[in-house]
């Protein structure tokens, strides 16, 4: 197949390409470095130095043999994206291409307008554009169990049969996020859902929850095919987060009462989980949810684990409460269904104390290059 | 109170600045022509030439003696309408700065994207101006009762409370509309609502069925201040076009089957609306929403009323089935409440033969600007 994978130099992007390279796939991925200008405007710098996409990809082609064709260009600027679906023709369009920081999201006005911005427009765009050029190709669509918010009843994946004064109806399950990045998302699929009604797209929405890991198989040829790894306020997730914490000796930071849930996935099964959509796309006119996690923890139950398992192999792991800088439940209720990719044919990679411990005793070898200052939260709202 | 008027230039944000001015507050309308802009482009002019909006006020002023603020500029640029909040200081904005129709937003790519931007860019903008420089002003937004489409279920006032798996939650009421436009007004209230959590800002979404009706009270004084008066396919909703062919002799334009059912609302009660939920702003942290129309109709019903009264005065009224252009349920269970502004004292002026008929009369006297190309449909999708 012919797969053009948008945002294809970010944490997710980039092992997605590598993946479907390797499996056979004609990939080209397209991006505009905004994550590494960010990352380096607000020093929330990945733990390693990537080499951009271009030496990524010719790094990557002289190990393994395989070529991923790189086009530096910006998916918020209708023309650019539209020439190249327009003359890529892809089967797949597997659209990342958005800002995916919820901090970064709610720090100011220019943040927020960036965020709106980019997100919106590039989600606007990669619709015509397939629209106008490639209709019959299949858009996958990075979504996140953050639309959902956490609502007082169970998360079902996507939709939801609503029974109201004796009649009933199928909808979009409302969705209610808790900072603008995600609210983007929320927009994004009100788009999406309106343009496959009417002009009969094929998309698949994954809902993704929180991804950990440092490495995919086919990252861990060569250190320098790593995925960015953020460990900071902006761009790290929480997981990430504690198991730097966890090296460096800082008290793993829980906001607030520490009991928000939330569904969690490694990020070899995102890539998994993307190739199974990949596989067995959407039908037209179909507009295909699935929610992309694969267990369910409290951020109390993520500090204890990660503190059980670094004290094991000989780290001194504290945990402490820090008053919450996000405006969100810190007790809820929280029951997601997840069961569409497992039906695809998901085999979890799950969060077992040998995959943490493997996680922290990979770091360690990176321990020198940890910036400590980044660690901390500096946006609040 | 100090009202600041976005789209003050529009079929209802004159009326209103009109309205709002004669009962003593001080006003400041804004607008950047675009619905003139986009009239001339189509060939959609209104049935009279009106004065640009200075003129306008200055005609006001000048029959009546109260002052209307013109500013011209652009709601979708951050930059003129946080200048223009941060100096005039309203207590009330009224936000009418959007592209409103469905038509012109279906018709390819540019328009598409221009009342994306417009719309999405307008409504942002207005959240953060407010937000940064007038955090306790009074937002009322005018939503659309195509934001929540034809479901088969009751359509309440903007939130419901859904039983599921034995427990519940209120959300807001799920959304699925039928054009482009109508779907920016969806994206709308997500981030609004958004806002409204998060900041503390106090909102009003009126959610208003289509109008019909060529003036008002203020407007009543003289021609030259009469609103925009739109029949054609892109601008005129459905009475305001039935009206004009009965008039012409020209078979009113029934869509399919007719069946379909919407709720309508005379443009004095939209004034009438707006200047009660004014007096009664939202609370700070609060969306208010109301449904905002008066009586429900299906599109055979409205035919078969405007062709009786027509031919009850000596017109010759027809009725034509077209074949839909649009994409829509032509028969569906309908049935919204809207009891919301009727509890603030709404005093409803509903459509009766004599409605109509007042209508047709005053419209015979412009019979000789009517130009006939302009009422068939000319967009599909």
């Known amino acids: 197949m012919r797969v053009l994978i948008l945002g294809g130099d970010g944490y997710l992007g980039w092992p997605t390409a590598m993946h479907m390279s390797l499996r056979g796939h004609e990939v080209c991925v397209v991006d505009n470095y905004l994550r590494r200008k960010i990352s380096r405007e607000t020093s929330s710098e ?28 910006d998916c918020s ?5 539209s020439a190249l679906i327009k003359e890529w023709q892809p089967d797949t369009v597997i ?9 970064y999201s709610m720090f100011g006005l220019h943040e927020a307008r960036l965020t709106f911005k980019n997100n919106l427009d590039s989600t606007f765009n990669v619709i015509w554009a397939i629209k106008e050029h490639a209709p019959d190709c299949h858009l996958i669509k990075l979504g996140t169990m953050g639309e959902y918010g956490t609502p007082n009843i169970d998360i079902e994946e996507g939709w939801i049969d609503i029974q109201h004064n004796g009649r009933s109806e199928k909808f979009l399950y409302p969705r209610q996020a808790g900072s603008l990045y995600h609210t983007t998302k929320v927009l994004d699929t009100d788009l999406i859902w309106f343009y496959v009604r009417v002009y009969g797209l094929r998309v698949t929405d994954l809902m993704q929850g929180p991804v950990y890991g440092l490495s995919t198989n086919e990252a861990n040829i060569d250190d320098r095919l790593l995925p960015f790894f953020h460990y ?27 009991g928000q849930t939330r569904g969690y996935i490694n ?21 295909r949810i699935m929610n992309q996690f694969t267990e369910q923890f409290t951020v109390n139950e993520l500090a204890n684990r990660v503190s059980r398992v670094g004290n094991k192999i000989g780290l001194n792991v504290q945990i402490q409460s820090l008053k919450n800088p996000r405006k969100e439940a810190e007790e809820h209720y929280y029951n997601a269904k997840h069961s569409g990719l ?12 040998e995959v943490i411990e493997g996680m ?4 360690l070898n990176y321990k020198s290059s940890i910036d400590v200052n980044k660690i901390l939260p500096r946006v609040t709202w």
């Open 360 to 363: 922290l005793r990979k770091l």
């Open 232 to 258: 900071d306020d902006i761009f790290g997730t929480v997981v990430n987060r504690f198991l730097i914490q966890a090296i460096v000796g800082i008290p793993l930071t829980v906001y607030g009462e520490g």
């Open 77 to 81: 600027i209708y023309e650019d994206l």
């Open 95 to 103: 659209h990342y291409a958005e800002q995916p920081s919820a901090p």
């Open 267 to 287: 990020i070899k099964d995102t890539v998994q989980c993307v190739d199974l959509a990949m596989s067995k796309p959407a039908e037209s006119g179909e507009l």
């Open 46 to 73: 990945p733990l390693l130095k990537a080499p951009d996409l271009e030496e990524r990809a010719s790094i990557f082609n002289e190990l393994t043999g395989y070529y991923i064709k790189v086009v530096i260009a």
């Open 342 to 353: 497992m039906e695809l044919g998901l085999e979890p990679h799950y969060m077992t104390d």
